[in-house]
């Protein structure tokens, strides 16, 4: 979003300047009105990326400024209140991301425009699911029930991912730590000890040499082993932007022991919880299965959804497209076609959305609970061979006097 730098005086007719961000000059007026101020000057400033990286990283609205907001609003339309009232209250609350978009929302909407319109200027915030939701609930007259609905869906989405980033805390602190005591080991111990054995001149062990070999390639050719990371994040990120090579990916992580069903149940238990909330909204099974595909990110997934898609539009049903696919477990094809018999496709796949949650919950106990003595394993060996390595050679050394 474009910044202005303004120049102004406020009510007492004090000088004041500073920036705006808004969509456009019109828009930035308007926001310095409402703060009180008198512009006389305003000009486009293009934002620095010393300026703007900083802001992006912490000022970025997150889940839970996106939750908290949905979770209020909607409390607000439910007790009746108006829209236009209800956001003139949440634009003065939250994150500024919030602020700034709750403050252009009202204005769209008083000049005609319906929620869904409005929030659509703020892609990276209100998601393509969000907005279908609310559009429908706009249609339907039951727009505080849907925002009820969204702010549930969005708090247990919240909850779900904080518990698979808290489970993974333990493990990447500890593989951290080993990294970065191997490094500082190679660079600034090892050479050290070199320098004593070449004094000496004695005869190392096997492990000791390699040791020194590598550390000295280190220290001599750190630049190699720095632009091969470098090369290899840059490769695997514009392999990952083509689509053919993100499926090799995609298809690569589900191979994973373990790894790989984890993820498969986690894409599986947000996508069955969109598609719940767009077929209880009223959204028709097609737009829903198109909507929800592409909050997959995940192109094996997302191909198994579009081919589904194709065959219910055809006539097929859900349940009998989905079962012929090798990449969705056998129980979604079958609660699937419990919710095509009963006429509560919604509800089902609510439930089996909690059945998937729940089972990569258990995933994730197992696979840290396997990760802690696998860990204490890779510890003892690498410990064990620094013995070997390092104070053997030294041993030797003070028991030739």
């Keep these: 979003m474009p910044i202005f730098l303004y120049k102004a005086k406020d009510k007492k007719g004090l000088e004041a300047k500073g920036l705006v961000e808004a969509q456009n000059k019109k828009q930035a007026l308007t926001i310095l009105r409402e703060k009180g101020y008198f512009c006389y000057s305003l000009k486009e400033k293009g934002e620095s990326l010393l300026l703007s990286l900083p802001k992006k990283i912490f000022n970025k609205a ?54 869904a319109e409005a929030m659509q200027k703020y892609p990276h915030i209100f998601s393509s699911v969000y907005l279908a939701l609310v559009k429908a609930g706009e249609s339907a007259g039951i727009l505080d029930n849907i925002l009820n609905r969204l702010a549930d869906n969005l708090e247990s989405q919240r909850e779900f991912q904080a518990k698979i980033k808290g489970a993974m805390i333990y493990p990447i602190i500890i593989i951290t730590g080993m990294g970065g005591v191997m490094v500082i080991m190679m660079i600034f111990v090892i050479p050290k000890l070199t320098s004593l054995y070449k004094e000496f001149d004695a005869k190392l062990p096997a492990a000791t040499q390699a040791l020194m070999s590598v550390s000295d390639f280190m220290v001599h050719f750190w630049w190699v082993v720095l632009a091969g990371l470098v090369g290899l994040v840059y490769l ?166």
Excluded: C, H, W
């Design 62 to 115: 997150s889940l839970t400024d996106i939750s908290t907001f949905t979770r209020q609003l909607s409390t607000m339309v439910g007790a009746g209140l108006p829209l236009t009232e209800a956001l003139s209250i949440l634009k003065t609350q939250g994150k500024e991301q919030i602020m700034l978009s709750s403050a252009s929302i009202l204005r769209d909407i008083q000049g005609g425009s319906t929620l």
């Design 236 to 401: 695997y990120s514009m392999i990952n932007k083509t689509r053919a090579g993100k499926k090799k990916i995609d298809n690569f992580k589900f191979r994973i022991p373990i790894i790989g069903k984890l993820l498969k149940q986690v894409i599986l238990a947000e996508f069955t919880r969109t598609f719940g909330l767009l077929i209880g909204a009223g959204v028709s099974i097609n737009e829903a299965l198109d909507i929800a595909s592409k909050t997959a990110n995940n192109v094996i997934i997302e191909e198994g959804i579009v081919v589904a898609n194709k065959q219910v539009e055809k006539g097929f049903p859900l349940s009998s497209a989905v079962t012929d696919n090798p990449n969705f477990p056998p129980i979604l094809g079958q609660m699937l076609s419990v919710g095509e018999e009963t006429g509560k496709m919604d509800e089902v796949l609510l439930k089996i959305s909690k059945y998937f949650q729940s089972e990569s919950e258990e995933s994730l106990k197992g696979l840290t609970t396997a990760l802690e003595p696998l860990i204490m394993i890779l510890l003892g060996v690498g410990v064990g061979f620094l013995i070997i390595a390092i104070i053997l050679p030294i041993y030797n050394l003070t028991s030739q006097f």
